[in-house]
């Protein structure tokens, strides 16, 4: 009886194999090959797609030298932050108010489901459809955007070469600054939903006791939310601050749909994922170079999140786990 349960239970880590099979080969196909097949091309002066056994010179660390004096990386790398603080600071602090709006029990909101699947709805878009969309609302010169703002007299004063002054219509996407809001502004559309619902979850999370033991003591919602709700959301804060500064480290499709495929205007609009693409596969094929810009990439990415989230933890938390450590090697 003994082995016959053995059995059936070997039986059945089999078939647990055999079912993990299909994920093991996807992820060696698309994530460990491509990642190792990257780390190796970053040390070779490759041009195009050779495999691991192509034709290449290893170069060591050259193309990293060139990545740490490279000006046009660290002004993709500048964009990037740009537009990735413009859109994350009122992301998140509209998220708040909407998150804390939504989950006050005492505001006896009616539709909030509703509310909820409407605010999530943007996320759910491509975003070569969001892009597309967009880029035709504020075309020139008869774009939406462009006839609202002529229909009430509004209109771009351009001083020619000869001192003629006219006017005509918006040039949205020729104008730097345009440009970076209409790509933070999508961007912060897209996802702000996401991290509605991500604070909601922070927020049901909270001991119910909490807020109702505030209740009685008489505090309102302005000392509720300052004393309790925030305090008690900082993880989730900390969470959604690190994982939006990585996936904004990765932002490639809307400026690179927005304008001419390599971040115009005056390349101002050219983020670090849109460098890499354009050496890799426009003009040079420099797969080489474009392989060590993803390792710095990583590399920033990396560095980043650890100051964060060390910068960010609670210190007091710290200092207790720390005091109970030391007491338990005192008791020893």
């Given at each position: ?92 602090g509209v998220a708040l108010i909407l998150s804390i709006w939504l989950s006050d029990s005492r505001l006896k909101l ?108 008489g505090a309102n919602s302005r000392q509720t939310t300052w004393y309790i709700t925030l305090p008690l959301l900082r ?54 170079y474009a392989a060590a810009i993803c390792i710095g990439v990583f590399v920033i990415i990396f560095a980043l999140a ?27």
């Amino acid at each position: 009886m003994k082995q016959k349960t053995i059995g059936n239970e070997t039986r059945v880590n089999r078939w647990g194999y055999f079912f993990v099979l299909p994920f093991v080969i996807v992820y060696f196909a698309f994530q460990f090959y491509p990642t190792l097949y990257t780390l190796a091309l970053a040390f070779t002066d490759s041009k195009g797609f050779t495999g691991l056994s192509g034709n290449y010179n290893f170069v060591g660390g050259k193309n990293f030298l060139r990545l740490v004096t490279d000006k046009y990386f660290w002004g993709a790398v500048e964009n990037t932050f740009v537009m990735w603080g413009w859109n994350f600071a009122p992301q998140l602090g509209v998220a708040l108010i909407l998150s804390i709006w939504l989950s006050d029990s005492r505001l006896k909101l009616k539709g909030r489901g509703f509310f909820r699947a409407v605010i999530y709805m943007p996320n759910l878009l491509t975003t070569a459809s969001v892009a597309l969309l967009f880029r035709s609302l504020f075309g020139y010169p008869v774009g939406p955007v462009n006839q609202f703002l002529q229909s009430l007299g509004i209109y771009a004063v351009i001083t020619r070469d000869d001192g003629t002054v006219v006017r005509e219509a918006f040039q949205f996407f020729r104008s730097v600054a345009t440009s970076r809001g209409i790509v933070a502004f999508i961007q912060w559309w897209m996802w702000y939903g996401h991290t509605v619902i991500m604070l909601m979850a922070g927020i049901t999370s909270i001991n119910e006791s909490l807020f109702e033991s505030a209740l009685v003591d008489g505090a309102n919602s302005r000392q509720t939310t300052w004393y309790i709700t925030l305090p008690l959301l900082r993880p989730m804060m900390l969470f959604i601050l690190v994982t939006s500064m990585i996936g904004g480290m990765q932002m490639l499709d809307i400026p690179f749909l927005l304008t001419d495929m390599r971040g115009a205007p005056d390349f101002k609009i050219r983020t670090t994922i849109v460098y890499m693409y354009n050496l890799a596969f426009q003009g040079v094929n420099d797969y080489a170079y474009a392989a060590a810009i993803c390792i710095g990439v990583f590399v920033i990415i990396f560095a980043l999140a650890l100051i964060i989230f060390f910068g960010m933890q609670d210190r007091s938390e710290l200092k207790r786990a720390r005091a109970a450590k030391l007491a338990g090697r005192i008791a020893k």
